[in-house]
């Protein structure tokens, strides 16, 4: 029965029934390993382990319609947090995986170009849009494109395109009445210049950034573009009178303005992300790449080692077209990363006591 098991898994983290799979899904993993101790380790997305304190929102927030003084004061705060210039515009909407299936059909192309291995719902909807949907390896693959896609940094390998060259190439897209769309999901806790959203809209570009990844809090469905004004305007009235709830709005406006728990969280998981590094080398993987909330990892036994993990209730990612990797978020507790260890098979490093 387990082998039959086993073998199943092949399916889910890559296609499943030909939906791309996503990090996450624990009741994918209990159907693969149904004897795997509970509770799961989940490991498989690039969320903060840190979920934002927040203070419960009103029950009004709940009992009415959001408003849309609400709604532009979290823009607002979105604004600051983000850097973006007072030309731009800023708009929210329920998760940036929303703005990335409505792109397509606000600004139709013939040709689009996505930069390398990268997260798969971009070249999906552009895909299903009917646009002629290629890979491009490097920046100079855009130059016959009517829409170009980064994910910066990326996903899942953390490569990280300057930003003085992606001004430059925004600003070739713009000089050509054409589109470049800048998915900067996982740029919140890297060191500040990284973003072009402050070009904005002087480039013409779009930028796109998560809210739920950064504050530990996916479920709320909250995400933004920063774009000039005739694009921000399409994506608005796509989105309607009430693009999301009254919980995002207010969770979100006091998350984004929280600077201090921002600064905390970011130091925390530069501790967190060199012990896993520690443990993940310890192990025998070559560390291949990744981001502040994820770390990316190559091994020639990487199946075998996914299925060992998922015995042991540790979920992590693995791709169908790269074999050899597995991505593993940045666990936040020391009784997770004594899991991971004791699954790897890594001795836990020796604590000298204090005379």
């Not at 925390?268 to 992300?273: F, H, I, M, N, T």
Request: proline share 7%; net charge neutral; with cysteine.
């Amino acid at each position: 029965m387990s082998g039959n098991t086993e073998r199943a898994t092949d399916l889910i983290p890559g296609h499943d029934a030909g939906r791309q799979a996503h990090g996450g899904d624990l009741s994918a993993a209990r159907r693969a390993f149904p004897y795997a101790p509970e509770p799961w380790l989940d490991l498989s997305t690039g969320v903060n382990p840190y979920c934002y304190p927040f203070s419960p929102p009103s029950a009004e927030s709940s009992t009415r319609l959001p408003d849309a003084a609400g709604l532009a004061a979290l823009e607002a705060a979105a604004r600051t947090a983000y850097g973006a210039s007072r030309d731009a515009e800023i708009v929210a909407a329920p998760g940036t995986q929303a703005i990335i299936n409505w792109l397509p059909h606000l600004f139709p192309a013939r040709r689009v170009g996505i930069l390398g291995f990268t997260y798969f719902e971009h070249f999906s909807a552009w895909r299903a849009s009917g646009a002629a949907t290629s890979i491009v390896n490097d920046l100079d693959g855009f130059g016959d494109k009517d829409v170009g896609v980064i994910v910066n940094p990326n996903n899942p390998d953390g490569r990280l395109i300057a930003r003085d060259d992606l001004r430059g190439l925004a600003e070739g897209f713009r000089e050509r009445g054409k589109l470049l769309i800048v998915d900067e999901a996982f740029a919140d806790f890297l060191e500040p210049g990284v973003s072009l959203a402050p070009d904005l809209p002087r480039s013409g570009a779009i930028v796109l950034r998560s809210f739920g990844k950064t504050f530990g809090l996916p479920g709320l469905r909250l995400g933004f573009a920063i774009a000039p004004r005739d694009m921000a305007l399409k994506l608005r009235a796509a989105f309607g009178c009430w693009p999301i709830s009254g919980a995002a709005i207010a969770i979100g406006a006091q998350a984004l303005a929280d600077s201090p728990w921002f600064a905390a969280a970011r130091e925390r998981l530069k501790g967190d992300a060199a012990a896993l590094d520690a443990i993940l080398k310890s192990a025998g993987f070559e560390l291949y790449g990744g981001s502040p909330l994820f770390r990316l990892v190559a091994a020639p036994d990487a199946g075998r080692r996914f299925k060992a993990l998922a015995r042991a209730g540790i979920w992590v990612r693995r791709f169908d077209a790269r074999p050899d990797w597995l991505r593993l978020a940045i666990p936040g507790r020391e009784n997770d990363r004594d899991r991971l260890r004791r699954a790897l098979g890594v001795e836990a490093p020796n604590v000298v006591e204090a005379m």
